[in-house]
Structure formats: structure tokens, C-alpha cells
């Protein structure tokens, strides 16, 4: 199984599933306090779920966790500290998937890509979305 938890001086900034990442039975990768759970579905061909929903329930969450699945190209994600430098480099490529989960963060394109990505919202607008740093 190919799952990669970016832990940086005991901080879990990220999640990475490997494309190929190969599990018998369905597994959850974040921990259960996380805002985002991020894990992969297995069950053998027959398996039915049975029809449901999810109950609404009010949560609140005061974080905001992006989660990206590479489609197309090569791309790299940077981890930075908060004031701006450089902590790890993370590359991934077609079918890789990421959960940004904490921490300063930024994408570079190695190549032509496209990615799916994944907020919680509501979206409330750049101004209030996000906090540029100098990267060092």
C-alpha cells in the first residue's frame, strides 16, 4: 500500500495516495478528528452498500483542507513554514492524490497537468481564502 503521511516536526501537513495504492478492504487514511477523511473504498464484486444518506449534522471546522488528484502531467507541492521557507518537496504524477491538510503550501507544473481539486466550502472569496507568503 502506498500511503504517505507528511508529517514535519510532529505536524501532519499532507496525505498522499499513491495511484496503484492497493488495499484489501476499504481503509481510511486521516485520522478520525480530521475536518477531511480522506481513504480508499475496497469490497469484492458482489458487494452491495445499502441505500442511504448522511445525517446533518452542524460541525463546525476552522481549517481548510484542499484535496487534489493529478489527471494529467507532473506536478510539485511545497511545504513551507510560516514564515515562508522551504521545509519538503513532494512530486506527483497521473493518479496520485494529495490532502492538504495543514500548513503554507504551493503547486508548481512540472509539465503541462490538470488536477481535480476539492475544497470545503463555502467559498468566501480570495481576499478572505488565503494568505500569500514570500517563499524562501
Not at 13 to 24: D, P, T, Y
Given at each position: 500500500m502506498t500511503i504517505e503521511r507528511i508529517e514535519i516536526g510532529g505536524v501532519t501537513?499532507?496525505?498522499?495516495?499513491?495511484?496503484?495504492?492497493?488495499?484489501?478492504?476499504?481503509?481510511?487514511?486521516?485520522?478520525?478528528?480530521?475536518?477531511?477523511?480522506?481513504?480508499?473504498l475496497a469490497h469484492h464484486a458482489g458487494f452491495v452498500e445499502p441505500v442511504h444518506y448522511h445525517k446533518k449534522i452542524t460541525r463546525q471546522i476552522t481549517d481548510l483542507q484542499q484535496f487534489l488528484?493529478?489527471?494529467t502531467g507532473n506536478i510539485?507541492?511545497?511545504?513551507?513554514?510560516?514564515?515562508g521557507a522551504l521545509l519538503r518537496e513532494?512530486?506527483?504524477?497521473?493518479?496520485?492524490a494529495i490532502l492538504l491538510i495543514h500548513g503554507a503550501h504551493?503547486?508548481?507544473?512540472?509539465?503541462d497537468?490538470?488536477?481535480?481539486?476539492?475544497?470545503?466550502?463555502?467559498?468566501?472569496?480570495?481576499e478572505n481564502d488565503k494568505v500569500e507568503l514570500q517563499a524562501r
Open positions: 501537513f499532507a496525505e498522499v495516495i499513491r495511484a496503484g495504492a492497493k488495499v484489501e478492504t476499504s481503509t481510511f487514511v486521516s485520522r478520525p478528528e480530521s475536518s477531511f477523511q480522506l481513504g480508499l488528484i493529478v489527471q510539485a507541492v511545497t511545504f513551507h513554514a510560516d514564515d513532494v512530486a506527483l504524477g497521473p493518479g496520485d504551493s503547486l508548481r507544473m512540472l509539465e497537468s490538470q488536477c481535480i481539486s476539492v475544497k470545503q466550502g463555502p467559498f468566501l472569496g480570495v
